[in-house]
């Protein structure tokens, strides 16, 4: 069992971002890592990265897919079967539309906001692909609340973004 050292925030963000760099680049996606980690005890619940699972997955969905596997339960029901209060590291904050048309990662936490209480970011997701992220107020609004981890912006970006196109000068 794996402990983020307590009140480690940047601890838990660099394990995301390690997470991050197994997502393979593209110019079509942010390379996005994201953890799930039990509030009491500070141990990892599940972790995840963009691409990880099959079917266009983005990092916050991979957990909750592994986590659903390991309580022989659809993600849809996951909130049935977790009790923990956790929290959700995510490199990015989590998208609330996808071009894709998949359920967005905002909505996913929505469905489990009975056990994930906080959820701590990177940066905000770039205007890149779909425009100005509301997912932060909407969760906020749900009353889970969202914190920014300061100081590991620029590694972040250039984890998500490798893969993308060199804008033309």
């Known amino acids: 069992m794996t402990i983020i050292p307590k009140d ?14 197994k997502s393979p680049p593209k110019p079509t996606n942010f390379r996005v890592g994201a ?3 039990k509030i009491d005890n500070t141990s990892i619940t599940t ?3 963009t691409l990880e699972c099959p079917g266009n997955t983005h ?3 991979s957990c909750f897919i592994k986590l659903a596997e390991q309580h022989s339960t659809s993600e849809e029901h996951l ?4 009790q923990s209060p956790h929290a959700l590291y995510t490199t990015m904050e989590p ?10 990662c905002v909505e996913r936490v929505l469905r489990q906001n009975s056990w994930i209480k906080k959820v701590y970011v990177g940066v905000p997701e770039p205007e890149t692909f779909v425009g100005q992220n509301t997912g932060r107020r909407v ?8 914190i920014v981890v300061p100081g590991l912006e ?8 490798a893969g993308h196109l060199a804008p033309e000068a």
Do not use: N, W
């Open 8 to 21: 480690d925030h940047v601890a838990a963000m660099r394990y995301a971002m390690s997470l991050a760099t």
């Open 35 to 37: 953890v799930l980690v």
């Open 47 to 49: 972790d995840g990265f």
């Open 59 to 61: 990092a916050e969905e």
């Open 79 to 82: 909130a049935e079967v977790m």
């Open 95 to 104: 998208c609330f539309k996808r071009l894709s048309g998949k359920l967005p």
């Open 139 to 146: 969760l906020e609004d749900a009353g889970i609340e969202v």
């Open 154 to 161: 620029a590694e972040i970006l250039q984890i998500a973004t």
